[in-house]
């Protein structure tokens, strides 16, 4: 749809239930402003009331799971979607009056600032079933790492509970898939120095070859700066198998998942130009991906350089 056809801006502030609707023409006429049912009909019958005034353009300011259905009527009804970033829309909400934050005056805010710079939107692909394929992955892939990263960090806590110096030694190893072997098996020091030095390398050398006899030496150094075993010893030993138990179930699941990334990546035309580039792996390229969408919908790079953040101005009063 090219601007001359646009008649009027329909903003959508989303929810998971009701979105509400406000649509204002290219004059600044509002038209209506309404609850608008999660629901296909309703958000059918949204754009059908626009659509009455010229050429509708959808205005969101997030891509959730609960803008899905909306984009997908979208993209049926050939209803072209403009996305306006969270900083645009804190910063354009400063300019207008009040500082409540409510669904109508989200939506109002979303239309009026589309209308007055409708040259300046980022437009959405919402036909691209690759890039949405890549959203949800990469999404998985966020939340597996927010949790292998809880589930580290309370594993250095216990581990810290038995002892800091055998902290020291794994706890920024917990990623090495040999180390949380070893020591899911043998979880507290008195466990570790009954098993012995030539068990606990073995251990080490079947999934971290390359570290067993440093990270055994450091153990072992650990091991006996401590003597004295502190309280609780079984029950924090529990506690950091089950721990480790659930990491390595995630790593394994995110190792699967990156081997689907890096297919899906790989499929679209412009990953194969991404991966060519200094550090953009599988993972950066499909988020990167992800993120940008169709390159086309930008009017040049110093767009898209904006639109990603990295293109500040340096403003200067006098000379």
């Given at each position: ?135 949800v992955l990469n999404g998985r892939d966020v939340d597996l790492a927010t949790d292998a990263n809880r589930i580290i960090n309370r594993t250095r806590d216990a581990l810290t509970a ?52 440093k990270i055994t030496d450091e153990i072992w150094a650990a091991l006996d700066a401590q003597t004295v075993v502190l309280p609780a010893e079984e029950t924090w030993g529990q506690v ?80």
């Open positions: 749809m090219e601007l001359s056809e646009i008649g009027v801006f329909v903003g959508v502030d989303k929810a998971k239930t009701d979105h509400f609707a406000q649509a204002t023409t290219t004059t600044g006429v509002e038209l209506f402003a309404r609850s608008v049912p999660n629901d296909q009909a309703a958000i059918e019958k949204l754009i059908d009331d626009a659509a009455g005034h010229g050429g509708v353009p959808v205005v969101i300011d997030m891509t959730a799971s609960n803008a899905q259905l909306l984009l997908a009527v979208a993209a049926e009804r050939q209803v072209p979607v403009a996305y306006v970033t969270g900083l645009q829309m804190r910063r354009a909400a400063d300019l207008y009056a009040g500082s409540a934050k409510t669904d109508p005056r989200d939506a109002w805010v979303l239309a009026d600032f589309a209308r007055r710079n409708a040259d300046r939107l980022a437009w959405l692909d919402v036909r691209g079933e690759l890039l949405l394929e890549l959203r038995l002892s800091p110096g055998l902290e020291r030694a794994v706890g920024q190893r917990l990623v090495q898939a040999g180390v949380r072997d070893l020591i899911a098996k043998w979880s507290t020091p008195t466990a570790l120095r009954a098993a012995g030095k030539a068990k606990v390398r073995n251990a080490l050398k079947k999934r971290s070859p390359r570290l067993a006899n950091v198998g089950e721990l480790l138990a659930d990491l390595d179930r995630i790593q394994t699941q995110r190792a699967r998942l990156a081997a689907q990334i890096e297919e899906a990546f790989l499929a679209h035309p412009l990953g194969q130009v991404l991966v060519t580039l200094c550090g953009f792996g599988p993972r950066t390229g499909a988020r990167t991906l992800a993120e940008i969408g169709d390159p086309t919908r930008f009017a040049n790079g110093s767009r898209l350089a904006s639109y990603a953040g990295l293109s500040p101005s340096d403003w200067r009063s006098g000379s």
